[in-house]
């Protein structure tokens, strides 16, 4: 299994501003994926990230909102751009274990509050 | 990915088991089913996944209905702890496939 962190593990923010939020995994992924959880909801995904590569981004969400660096196989980061208090959420990351895609294994989430 | 279809929430008594069950009837047979379970304030954990044969792990055990088209995820002696949100995802076996979240069973033991 992979072992994954999240930096920071909880921030409070105010409107306007632009919060970034690392995740480091113990050994080397080909694809990391970045989730939203609003409050009381389930995931959902925002983009999925390869290193080399630009972010494939789902719908509803955009990369001058959510921008996405993936600068090697260990790391990656999501930027929430320009805060409001409807991005006031759990943000995941999680990465493919093995090439296989057997299953995914998740962060412990960053909790984000936007005043 | 195929939906799945759950209970919103379930109960079960401490040292019983707790059998959750998911509706997935469009599956395709190259999709999996997979158990994940998210704890208050956590990230998703892994449980368990499977295609057509019944699977056990120290977790949990999944079974597969002949047809595919449902399962149930048993945890052989709830306690306390497995109080959680359990999803029940279907997947395509290959890399780079995101995982889909539906609403989920709130699984609330008590003692």
């Known amino acids: 299994s992979a072992v994954i962190s999240q930096k920071p593990s909880r921030d409070i923010c105010q409107r306007g501003t632009s919060l970034t939020i690392q995740c480091q995994v113990d050994?080397?992924?080909?694809?990391m994926f970045w989730y939203r959880q609003q409050p009381g909801q389930s995931l959902t995904l925002i983009a999925t990230?390869?290193?080399?590569?630009?972010?494939?981004?789902e719908s509803g969400f955009v990369i001058d909102k959510f921008p996405i660096s993936r600068p090697n196989l260990t790391f990656s980061t999501l930027t929430v751009s320009n805060m409001s208090p409807e991005d006031s959420s759990i943000y995941l990351c999680?990465?493919?274990?093995?090439?296989?895609?057997?299953?995914?294994?998740f962060g412990p989430g960053t909790r984000l509050l936007v005043l | 990915d195929a939906k799945t279809t759950q209970p919103p929430s379930m109960d079960c008594a401490e040292g019983r088991a707790a059998n959750l069950p998911c509706n997935h009837s469009?599956?395709?047979?190259?999709?999996?089913v997979y158990w994940y379970r998210q704890i208050h304030s956590q990230g998703p954990q892994y449980i368990i996944h499977?295609?057509?044969n019944n699977e056990t792990n120290e977790m949990a055990s999944l079974i597969i209905t002949e047809d595919r088209k449902s399962s149930t995820l048993i945890l052989p002696h709830a306690t306390l702890r497995d109080t959680a949100v359990y999803y029940c995802?279907?997947?395509?076996?290959?890399?780079?496939?995101?995982?889909?979240f539906g609403g989920g069973t709130r699984l609330m033991v008590k003692p």
């Open positions: 999680s990465v493919d274990a093995g090439g296989s895609g057997e299953t995914q294994y």
């Open positions: 050994s080397q992924v080909t694809m």
């Open positions: 990230a390869n290193q080399g590569s630009e972010a494939t981004y």
């Open positions: 469009t599956i395709s047979g190259n999709e999996y």
């Open positions: 499977g295609l057509k």
């Open positions: 995802i279907v997947r395509a076996y290959n890399a780079g496939n995101m995982l889909t």
